[in-house]
C-alpha cells in the first residue's frame, strides 16, 4: 500500500478517534449526573412506598443502563479505532535516508 493512502486512512481514523473520545467524556459527564437522578429515585421510592415513586426509580433506571451502553459500545468503538491505528502504523513505510 502506498505510504500516501496510508497517511490519509491515518488521518481518518485520528480524526475518528478524536471525535469518539470526545463523546465519550460528554457521556461521562452525562452519567454521572444520570447516577445521581437514578439514587435520588431509588430513595425517594423507598421512603414513599408509592407506585409513582417505584415507577420515576425504573424509568431512571432504565435511562442510566441504556447511558451505559451507549459507553460500552463507544468505548468499544475507540478501542476499534486504535487498533485499526496501531495497524496503518505498522504498515506505513519507513523512510530511508
Known sequence: MFRSVIEHRLREVQGRL??????LAVIDEQLGQINDEADDARIRALVAETPMSEREWTETSRHRDAALRNRG??????AELERRRDDLLHRLPSRVS
Open 18 to 23: 478524536v471525535r469518539a473520545r470526545a463523546e
Open 73 to 78: 459500545a463507544t468505548a468499544e468503538t475507540i
